[in-house]
């Protein structure tokens, strides 16, 4: 990926957030970015901005991206580096003279893992010094593998890790707005598996344009054989025109 895919810096994908410069562009942003506008249908509000607007990364999690995000030894987390520290001016020897860094990001990875969990769906984030970082600051593993005065700040974080889900976890978490979205989403066919498709770690495993209007979610809205509309009506097949697209880079690609 480069600079010109982070837009707003709250919906960035988890996936360039942990595998940085590596991350592949695609539709993949554009499908996460989707399932978010879908959560937001159902709560009525933004996830990030509003529902989780006083959840912020714990210290010694952040700490951990810091040493990878903004060491310039990091090749992998070029872009990422250029985003956090665009305002920030340093000397000679490398300390800060003007400017802090941006921590936007480091609140957006952290409440995705908030709301979502933590990404078990690809193998590739295994490698990753971020999933490193995240395993040993916010998991039950990470906290006995650590000891002393680290042991005990990785614990206070996998705390919090826990608190924070407790009241904001999609899966059960008990914010009005989520567990409501929750009770919604299981009680219409396929609404909870398609959201949770669209947000998934992997940008190859979410679902498409095409997933999304095949999706039993939408069967209530697809027509049924011998509908009749009148003159009147402007009738618009978005499932045709998804699959016409499709043919059409298909044929593009083989040339």
Same mark, same amino acid.
């Given at each position: 990926?480069?600079?010109?895919? #982070?837009?707003?810096?709250?919906?960035?994908?988890?996936?360039? =957030?942990?595998?940085?410069?590596?991350? &592949?562009?695609?539709?993949?942003?554009?499908?996460?970015?989707?399932? =978010?506008?879908?959560?937001?249908?159902?709560?009525?509000?933004?996830?990030?901005?509003?529902?989780?607007? /006083? *959840?912020? !990364?714990? !210290?010694?999690?952040?700490?951990?991206?810091?040493?990878?995000?903004?060491?310039?030894?990091?090749? &992998?987390?070029? *872009?990422?580096?250029?985003?956090?520290?665009?305002?920030?001016?340093?000397?000679? %020897?490398?300390?800060?003279?003007?400017?802090?860094?941006?921590?936007?990001?480091?609140? $957006?990875?952290?409440?995705?893992?908030?709301?979502?969990?933590?990404?078990?769906?690809?193998?590739?984030?295994?490698?990753?010094?971020?999933?490193?970082?995240?395993?040993? $600051?916010?998991?039950?593993?990470?906290?006995?593998?650590?000891?002393?005065?680290?042991?005990?700040?990785? &614990?206070? %974080?996998?705390?919090?890790?826990?608190? /924070?889900?407790?009241?904001?976890? =999609?899966?059960?978490?008990?914010?009005?707005?989520?567990?409501?979205?929750? /009770?919604?989403?299981?009680?219409?066919?396929?609404?909870?598996?398609?959201?949770?498709?669209?947000?998934? #770690?992997?940008? &190859?495993?979410?679902?498409?344009?095409?997933?999304?209007?095949?999706?039993?979610?939408?069967?209530?809205?697809?027509?049924?054989?011998?509908?009749?509309?009148?003159?009147?009506?402007?009738?618009?097949?978005?499932?045709? #025109?998804? @699959?016409?697209? @499709?043919?059409?880079?298909?044929?593009?690609?083989?040339?």
């Amino acid at each position: 990926v480069t600079i010109a895919q #982070f837009t707003t810096l709250e919906n960035t994908p988890p996936d360039f =957030l942990i595998l940085g410069d590596q991350a &592949q562009q695609g539709h993949g942003h554009d499908y996460f970015g989707l399932g =978010l506008c879908m959560l937001h249908l159902f709560t009525g509000h933004a996830p990030y901005e509003e529902i989780l607007e /006083d *959840v912020v !990364c714990p !210290c010694n999690f952040k700490n951990e991206l810091r040493k990878i995000w903004e060491n310039e030894d990091e090749a &992998q987390y070029s *872009v990422i580096r250029s985003i956090v520290l665009a305002d920030v001016y340093k000397d000679e %020897d490398g300390h800060i003279i003007e400017g802090e860094p941006d921590e936007v990001l480091y609140d $957006t990875l952290y409440k995705f893992l908030v709301l979502f969990g933590i990404p078990e769906d690809s193998q590739e984030i295994f490698e990753s010094k971020v999933m490193t970082a995240i395993k040993n $600051t916010l998991t039950h593993e990470g906290r006995r593998n650590k000891k002393g005065k680290g042991g005990r700040k990785a &614990q206070s %974080d996998a705390h919090k890790f826990c608190r /924070d889900q407790r009241k904001y976890s =999609l899966s059960h978490g008990t914010n009005h707005y989520i567990s409501r979205a929750r /009770d919604t989403l299981l009680s219409m066919d396929g609404g909870m598996d398609l959201l949770l498709s669209l947000v998934r #770690f992997n940008p &190859q495993e979410r679902a498409s344009a095409l997933d999304v209007l095949n999706s039993p979610f939408m069967a209530p809205l697809r027509e049924v054989d011998g509908c009749k509309y009148s003159e009147e009506d402007e009738v618009l097949s978005f499932t045709t #025109f998804s @699959t016409f697209n @499709t043919t059409r880079r298909l044929l593009a690609s083989s040339k």
